[in-house]
């Protein structure tokens, strides 16, 4: 089983230790070890500017600067030529990185764009919960940013909220829009859907290792251990997947079904609260709680 990757909000703080300390190693080894600027003593550093700016024009400035700083620093003389190539050599090495950076930052775009596609046409099968993936996505990245979770959890959940009920693919129609009480038979068949889609996305390797097939599959876990499809309880519940659970279950009463009315904001309050330490985390509740009060979070519902 995967988790969220909450080390991701360290990253930042470690990128700028590690530049600084690249930079004192350059300067240590030019004029302590060699005593003369050395360019690759200073492609570490350079490195290190590439994961921490996004800016092709910062890049430039700081292998400018470096180089001229050498340059006054050096006791031979450089000539035009030389000082251009060595301004190159250190301005190419963190365009790269930031170049591969962007394009995978695409990449994850172009994911998520999919993904909302095929949430869509997923919602497009019943016109009552035409919009409902979109809600519970927009929910729990909501619950996420309330929680202090990074930006990169709260993009996982937001994507994990589109894809939580991607399963209902397998699910034939006539079940998921029976307008009266299902049989104990259909309900068997829903209760199939996490499965299902977890076995459609797992040979997808984001999926795999940011924890979205954990939301997949889990978001229908009970706090108590009384969910489905595996029965785990309390933090054996992946916490995507149990931030998720609450987002589902807030729209599913806030919003009309085949089946009833939406029940409004103050019952579906209610049912959160009583639903503490029985179906839901209680600490999650509260934080969401908290923010609907606090008017943080839209209340969606049914939108036309």
């Avoid at 292998?63 to 001229?68: E, H, I």
């Avoid at 340059?71 to 365009?95: H, M, T």
């Avoid at 209680?282 to 709680?289: M, Q, R, V």
């Amino acid at each position: 089983m995967t988790s969220l990757n909450l080390t991701e909000n360290k990253k930042r703080p470690a990128y700028i230790i590690l530049t600084i300390l690249a930079l004192v190693i350059g300067l240590s080894f030019d004029f302590l070890y060699f005593n003369e600027p050395l360019i690759s003593a200073y492609v570490p550093f350079m490195i290190m500017v590439g994961f921490m700016f996004r800016s092709y024009l910062t890049s430039l400035f700081l292998s400018g600067l470096l180089v001229g700083l050498l340059y006054l620093a050096s006791s031979y003389g450089w000539g035009f030529e030389l000082l251009l190539l060595r301004w190159l050599i250190l301005f190419i090495v963190p365009s790269v990185i930031q170049t591969l950076l962007k394009n995978m930052k695409k990449e994850r775009e172009n994911l998520i764009n999919l993904t909302a596609v095929l949430a869509e046409s997923l919602d497009a099968r019943d016109k009552y919960t035409s919009y409902h993936s979109k809600n519970v996505a927009y929910y729990s990245s909501e619950i996420g940013k309330g929680m202090g979770l990074p930006t990169k959890i709260c993009e996982i959940l937001y994507v994990g909220g589109l894809l939580h009920d991607v399963g209902k693919i397998g699910v034939p129609e006539a079940i998921l829009n029976k307008p009266s009480k299902l049989t104990d038979e259909e309900f068997e068949k829903i209760k199939q859907h996490p499965s299902i889609g977890y076995n459609m996305l797992k040979h997808i390797p984001d999926f795999r290792k940011n924890s979205i097939l954990d939301i997949v599959l889990h978001h229908h876990e009970r706090f108590d251990g009384k969910g489905y499809p595996a029965r785990l309880k309390g933090e054996e519940i992946p916490l995507g997947a149990r931030i998720t659970a609450i987002a589902d279950a807030f729209d599913a009463m806030t919003s009309r079904r085949i089946y009833r009315d939406d029940k409004g904001l103050e019952y579906a309050l209610n049912e959160l609260t009583n639903g503490e330490n029985t179906q839901f985390d209680p600490e999650i509740t509260k934080t969401f709680l908290s923010l609907i009060q606090a008017k943080k979070i839209i209340v969606r519902g049914h939108q036309d």
